[in-house]
């Protein structure tokens, strides 16, 4: 216990999580706790100390809590009267391939998936998922970071259409309509996703964002100019999409994003190229190869 006792007094002590700016830190010290809730206290003499620490974290927990709450809520009214790019410009990390956050830990969570959650304030699923096909990857949604990589990096302009392939519940195009005026699409073949999706679009007041409940390798991809997929499918699922992308590039100019284990198979296609190292845990930008 001398641990945690010293753990929250440094915390208390610290005045600086109350800033709202300090969003990672407040994370990071939530889950430092996090462990110590639910913690039954001990037995004996320690057992009335124990709860008072155990109510001490709760208290801190708590007040974090309501300042995050307070925080998203303050960007969910920038983006809905349409400033939300403006608001959402200080917590985009730098996108430069040689920085160390984006190179370490390529797919794990942090404080910025905090950040989208409480903006986004998804709602559950109103049923259970269905039964994936043999050749569907189990959702998993794009580390937050990765997202604002895609935006920076595409540089996503109103002239451009971004269609995520098996979309989820929308990270994707929701943070990217957020933060860009480009039309942003999202292809998904679980209407119990396309529905969450779209209700917190609704909520946002995000025009620029669209779901459609559809297999991907049947969606309407004419006017897409930039690709999104974080492995939503692989083998002949995964083959069927790439030879559909094959078409559109060879009808206009388009760009590939990948993240996840597809990349490496999206790197052997002949008629893409690409600048980046395709490593499963980087987001990696493909473009189609000139016409002959």
Not at 44 to 68: F, K, T, Y
Not at 108 to 118: E, I, P, W
């Amino acid at each position: 216990m001398e641990a945690l006792h010293a753990l929250v007094d440094r915390l208390e002590r610290d005045s600086s999580l109350r800033q709202p700016e300090r969003l990672r830190e407040r994370v990071d010290a939530l889950d430092r706790l996090e462990h110590w809730l639910g913690t039954p206290a001990s037995s004996g003499a320690d057992s009335v100390l124990d709860a008072r620490s155990l109510g001490r974290v709760e208290s801190l927990c708590a007040g974090w809590e309501a300042i995050n709450q307070r925080l998203f809520e303050a960007i969910r009214h920038e983006i809905r009267r349409g400033a939300g790019a403006e608001a959402m410009r200080a917590w985009a990390p730098a996108t430069h391939s040689a920085t160390p956050a984006l190179e370490a830990d390529g797919d794990r969570y942090d404080h910025l998936d905090a950040l989208l959650s409480g903006i986004l304030q998804l709602e559950e699923p109103a049923s259970e998922p269905a039964e994936l096909d043999a050749d569907m990857v189990f959702y998993q949604p794009t580390p937050a970071r990765r997202i604002f990589e895609l935006i920076a990096r595409t540089g996503l302009a109103e002239r451009d259409v971004l269609v995520d392939l098996g979309s989820g519940l929308g990270h994707v195009p929701l943070l990217a309509a957020i933060c860009t005026q480009a039309r942003c699409v999202g292809i998904e073949l679980e209407a119990a996703y396309v529905d969450c999706a779209a209700r917190c679009a609704e909520s946002l007041g995000l025009a620029n964002a669209r779901f459609v409940q559809q297999d991907a390798r049947d969606a309407d991809l004419s006017t897409g100019t930039v690709f999104y997929l974080y492995t939503p499918f692989v083998g002949a699922m995964l083959g069927d999409m790439l030879a559909r992308l094959r078409n559109e590039a060879d009808a206009r100019e388009i760009r590939i994003a990948t993240l996840g284990p597809c990349t490496p198979i999206v790197a052997r296609e002949p008629w893409l190229r690409s600048a980046d190292t395709p490593k499963t845990d980087r987001l990696v930008l493909f473009r189609n190869r000139a016409p002959a």
